[in-house]
């Protein structure tokens, strides 16, 4: 194993906000991504604590993270769900994922939770194929609901 999994620090967000962006532009969202470095360490290391991640690093150079934040389930309590699990491209297929993956799982039972959420773009089958050979029940009859801000704003402005 030629990188080291830890828990990420704040100094290490530009590495990981340059990894948001990498998966950004693999799933044709180049221009999607709002959030900032200061965003990151004011959210992941200021006074309330928004998410846990960890990072993989080889030669001084952040090339993989799992970024994951507590929810709850009313149907079976706490939950994590993991919002990223990101390899950077010439890191796929040595492990790291996996590594990553394992981190997750360990930190969730550390806390207790009854389960681990995520979701994955319908279209990438090797991150399908990756999670369903962990064990993971990929629910196709499921759909992804959002409403972003400019939706929200209608939707407030909708009921005065």
């Known amino acids: ?42 959210d992941g290391f200021g006074k309330q604590k928004l998410f846990h991640c960890f990072v993989a ?40 994922g996996t590594a990553l993956l394992n981190e997750v799982v360990k930190y969730g039972d550390v806390l207790g939770v009854k389960r681990i959420s995520w979701e994955v773009i319908d279209w990438n089958e090797p991150a399908i194929g990756f999670y369903e050979s962990k064990g993971a029940n990929v629910m196709r009859d499921w759909d992804v609901v959002q409403l972003d801000e400019t939706g929200m704003k209608e939707y407030l402005s909708a009921l005065a």
């Open 1 to 42: 194993m030629d990188y080291t999994i830890r828990v990420a620090q704040r100094e290490d967000m530009k590495q990981v906000l340059h990894l948001i962006q990498e998966l950004a532009s693999f799933e044709k969202e180049d221009d999607a991504v709002e959030v900032s470095v200061q965003n990151l360490e004011e």
């Open 57 to 96: 690093e080889k030669n001084d150079k952040i090339v993989g993270m799992a970024l994951v934040y507590p929810r709850y389930s009313t149907w079976k309590g706490p939950v994590i769900h993991l919002e990223d699990l990101i390899v950077t491209e010439e890191m796929r297929g040595s492990g790291l």
